[in-house]
């Protein structure tokens, strides 16, 4: 197992290199540079444009710009937001907790509701209980999430008034009191719900799937002639091997949700780094884009070795070595 980490972990370098490559070629050919987020070219000297340029290194053969900002990046260096005139890891170390807060209470209430439905669903098939979960998880299956959260918003924020429609944290809450973090849950319920809405409906049918399946196998026949108890076979041998798969998706959580958190957070305007992502497209602030482009890179092959790391240990099946 530690041999087969070691090696994914030295081939994500050459990954992350190309990945860089793709992303600082990306950044050049977008309209503008960073320069143009921070001043209006229409009513700037344009002497004063070119010496800022030169400068700033914009003026620079491409793989010169390209050496310099890796250099510089991979020294924890990643530039000066333009939007924001401070140190792009400085805003982004501001919302990243926002965003990890969401993505552990999407994962938490993914699994805790994937098991409830997937259990009672697999253990009571074919009945209207079960087909009222699968109703539910075809709709959820079906149903972007963007299209779910407006409509969260609209019956949870406005209509019933149960779950703020905005923000992270309430402002007249002072920081580290109790009132604070349950203000914090109560901001982060509804994001993390349909954040979660799609993950939800895919586990619960995968655990319905599998522990259906499972009861089938000669080893549970074999079990109940034995005379052992059904509470007993379900827990030792049916549940716990319908669940290897849903622990090994908990690596691709990471992917989805970094990749959901972008749409969710601008939904509810909830200030983490996919809204964040979005700002700096829209207003060409290059060095966050970047550095978020690159982490989003990371996360994304992390997650998978995670998830393949997982299947090795809750399997002993599989033998990565």
Do not use: C
């Not at 444009?49 to 793989?63: A, F, Q, S, T």
């Not at 994001?191 to 993950?199: D, K, M, N, Q, Y």
């Not at 030792?236 to 949700?257: E, K, M, W, Y």
Request: charge should be neutral.
């Amino acid at each position: 197992m530690l041999k087969y980490s070691l090696r994914r972990i030295l081939g994500m370098i050459p990954m992350l290199f190309l990945i860089s490559i793709v992303v600082f070629s990306l950044a050049k050919l977008m309209p503008g540079d960073s320069l143009s987020g921070e001043i209006d070219p229409n009513n700037t000297d344009p002497a004063y444009i070119e010496e800022m340029r030169e400068k700033l290194g914009y003026n620079d053969p491409v793989h010169i710009q390209y050496f310099t900002w890796i250099t510089n990046f991979m020294q924890g260096d990643f530039g000066k937001s333009t939007r924001y005139k401070i140190p792009a890891s400085e805003i982004i170390g501001e919302r990243l907790p926002n965003t990890i807060f969401l993505g552990f209470s999407s994962i938490l209430i993914t699994y805790i509701l994937a098991f409830i439905m997937g259990i009672y669903a697999g253990r009571k098939p074919y009945t209207l209980g079960d087909n009222v979960i699968g109703t539910a998880n075809y709709i959820g299956l079906a149903l972007p999430s963007f299209v779910a959260g407006v409509f969260a918003i609209y019956f949870f924020s406005f209509t019933l008034g149960w779950f703020p429609s905005n923000g992270s944290v309430d402002i007249s809450t002072t920081e580290g009191t109790a009132a604070y973090w349950l203000s914090r849950i109560h901001h982060v319920f509804l994001p993390a719900l349909v954040l979660g809405l799609l993950s939800t409906a895919s586990y619960t049918q995968f655990l319905r799937n599998d522990i259906i399946e499972n009861s089938r196998k000669d080893f549970v026949r074999t079990a109940r002639a034995k005379g052992t108890p059904e509470k007993k076979i379900y827990n030792q041998h049916i549940l716990r091997n319908s669940i290897i798969p849903l622990i090994t998706f908990l690596g691709f959580d990471i992917v989805a949700l970094v990749g959901g958190a972008i749409i969710t957070e601008t939904i509810f305007t909830y200030p983490g780094i996919g809204q964040l992502f979005l700002n700096s497209v829209s207003q060409r602030d290059y060095p966050v884009l970047m550095t978020l482009t690159m982490m989003f890179s990371f996360l994304t092959l992390f997650g998978n070795l995670v998830a393949d790391i997982l299947y090795g240990i809750v399997d002993p099946r599989i033998r990565l070595d």
